[in-house]
């Protein structure tokens, strides 16, 4: 399966109004064009790409430990992840994910690590993130919405021969 990801042009959410997700999955996130409408802060788009066509998308928040006092200084926050409902169960998203730590670490070459918070309601992603290389930290974040949800970590930077 080839799955590609890359960069949402600036202003282009256009390229992304056609996502949409089951009606289930509403209660863990809004579709991504509605959902990059709605950030505050800034929030850096990407698409994921398969054979070409834009069938998922996720955000950046650089700015992601100010908000999250779990995060440390030097990293990154993986935000708005989705595979639009249609292609959803061929792989898409664990080939996603596991292009994430060199596509991250390409793109955003100062940070150290990602961080993602999600709903302990949501096994199917959690299991995908695991797939991914990302790992459970052992604590949750209690400020989402929908209920309590797993705090995962995917470091990015090359780790150092002991």
Known sequence: MSVTLSPLPAGRLDLIAHLTLPAEQHVFSDPPAAAMRAATG????????????TVGFFAIDP???????FAEAGTI????FSVSGQHQGQG?????????????HQHYPDAAAVYLTVNHRNPGARGCYLRGGFEMTGADYL???????????LALAPVAAG
């Open 63 to 69: 700015d992601y430990p100010q908000a999250h006092d």
């Open 143 to 153: 400020g989402g919405g929908a209920g309590p949800q797993h705090i995962m970590r």
């Open 42 to 53: 800034r929030r850096d788009g990407h698409m994921i790409l398969q054979g070409g066509e």
């Open 92 to 104: 898409i998203a664990t080939a996603a994910c596991k292009a994430l730590r060199d596509y991250l």
């Open 77 to 80: 926050g993986l935000r708005m």
